[in-house]
């Protein structure tokens, strides 16, 4: 039985086999087939590519990314100061507190009427009632008199009620609520300290703006810092920009590069901002906690929360990409073939 000989694989004019002719055409037919899986695959490679260049320049790299984590940082640790502000004054609920203090002729039985009539009053959250005896129970103990008031031969202290407004009620709201009581029969002194609190609210308001200000004008300055640092990556790469200009890339194509620098860099400061928060938090923890317990509170620092970290890396990541934009949409128009000719 005769064997069959191999047939020589014929060489096409281009120096190319049919069968590698083949697959190349079969490999152009599935690109136009798929035009948006090609395009997904080009973002990928510049997306993975221009990571790859941040790397190997590891230095220059750190430094841009650490000058724009500190720009981040500074709003995200002020918004954390306010946080912790705003903790604090919300732990302050006994701060709001109105004391109804009655008078020395009105019974027991009349102050725990007296503070379930109050219960049910608009913007009040609790009452609870004080009686005399209580209270000079509890000033014996407290204030170090115990055989002055020993001495005494009848009780001077009123039956008292605490009424605790509503949380978030306003000031004025809470002034009102106190008016409204100590116009009600047998109802002596009605005692509010909310002043300084909401001097202390308005502070905090004063700041939340003042932060909101800083990060808009910080937020500038990482945009400029973005487009600084990708304009000079532009001018180093100019002859490599002019010979894919000769060869027929767009402005489109070749930007697109930097834009995921400006990505990359952007995302590697909002880390860095993170890190320096929660440093800091982490350092200022213990001695925040001991002052706290010198004045008996259970404070505890806290840092940024998982929305707001997440808020300061995207943040990074969309501001250095709008820098990048910047940056190479104005200096790659300026970029012709054989201008310099």
């Not at 899986?37 to 941040?54: A, C, P, V």
């Not at 008078?103 to 608009?122: K, W």
């Not at 938090?281 to 707001?308: C, E, I, K, N």
């Not at 890396?313 to 190479?328: D, H, I, K, N, Q």
Request: glycine share 10%; aromatic share 8%.
């Amino acid at each position: 039985m005769a064997r069959r000989k191999n047939r020589p694989i014929r060489k096409t004019r281009t120096g190319e086999s049919k069968p590698a002719r083949r697959n190349k055409a079969s490999s152009q037919s599935e690109k136009r087939n798929n035009p948006l899986g090609s395009y997904l695959l080009r973002h990928l490679q510049n997306f993975l590519g221009t990571l790859g260049r941040i790397c190997r320049h590891p230095v220059s790299s750190l430094m841009t990314m650490s000058v724009i984590g500190i720009a981040l940082a500074l709003p995200a640790a002020l918004y954390v100061v306010v946080e912790n502000g705003r903790a604090i004054v919300g732990g302050w609920d006994s701060v709001a507190d109105l004391s109804v203090y009655l008078d020395r002729q009105v019974s027991a039985e009349a102050a725990d009427e007296l503070a379930r009539a109050l219960r049910d009053e608009d913007g009040v959250a609790a009452t609870k009632v004080i009686y005399a005896d209580e209270a000079l129970e509890q000033f014996r103990e407290l204030s170090g008199f115990g055989g002055a008031v020993d001495g005494l031969t009848e009780n001077p202290l009123p039956h008292l009620v605490v009424v605790r407004p509503r949380p978030n009620l306003a000031p004025q709201a809470i002034e009102a609520l106190g008016t409204a009581i100590s116009g009600r029969p047998g109802v002596d002194v009605v005692q509010m300290d909310t002043e300084w609190v909401s001097r202390f609210q308005g502070l905090l308001d004063i700041v939340r703006r003042g932060v909101a200000l800083a990060a808009l004008v910080l937020a500038v300055g990482v945009i400029l810092i973005v487009g600084n640092t990708i304009r000079l990556d532009i001018e180093n790469r100019r002859d490599e920009i002019e010979v894919s200009k000769l060869i027929g890339a767009s402005d489109v194509f070749i930007r697109r590069p930097f834009l995921y620098s400006g990505f990359w860099y952007g995302l590697g400061g909002g880390a860095i901002a993170l890190l320096i928060v929660f440093g800091g938090m982490w350092l200022l923890r213990g001695p925040v906690q001991r002052v706290a317990g010198l004045y008996g509170s259970d404070f505890t620092l806290s840092g940024l929360h998982f929305p707001a970290a997440l808020a300061v890396l995207a943040g990074g990541a969309v501001l250095g990409w709008l820098g990048s934009w910047f940056a190479s949409t104005r200096h790659l128009r300026q970029i012709e073939p054989g201008q310099d000719l």
